[in-house]
């Protein structure tokens, strides 16, 4: 059916523009010697302000500078759950 194809190829889309965003932020922070933040609690690793999912990143991140933090998702459940203020 059209329509399913349609949503499937949207889908493929928005997971392309997220990936090329991440490429390019990666590159970026490699380029100007910034750091790989990977979160303590899940695995995330972020590059500048945005994370990403575990697993996700490219060879060229894990060779970076690696710090870790917590992700904001992760903040959020521990706000939730009473175990940060």
């Known amino acids: 059916m059209l329509a399913d194809r349609i949503d499937k190829a949207r889908a493929r889309a ?3 523009t997220r990936r090329s965003a991440m490429l390019r932020a990666a590159s ?3 380029r100007a010697g910034g750091f790989t933040t990977v979160c303590a609690w899940c695995g995330a690793f972020g590059i500048g ?3 990403f ?3 996700s990143e490219p060879a060229f991140a894990t060779r970076a500078e690696i710090t870790h933090g917590i ?3 992760c903040l959020d459940n521990l706000r ?3 175990k940060s203020r």
Do not use: I, N, Q
Request: hydrophobic letters at 30%; glycine letters at 16%; proline letters at 11%.
């Open 14 to 16: 928005v997971v392309t």
């Open 28 to 30: 970026g922070a490699r």
């Open 49 to 51: 302000a945005e994370f």
């Open 53 to 55: 999912e575990p697993g």
């Open 71 to 73: 992700c904001p998702s």
């Open 80 to 82: 939730r759950t009473g």
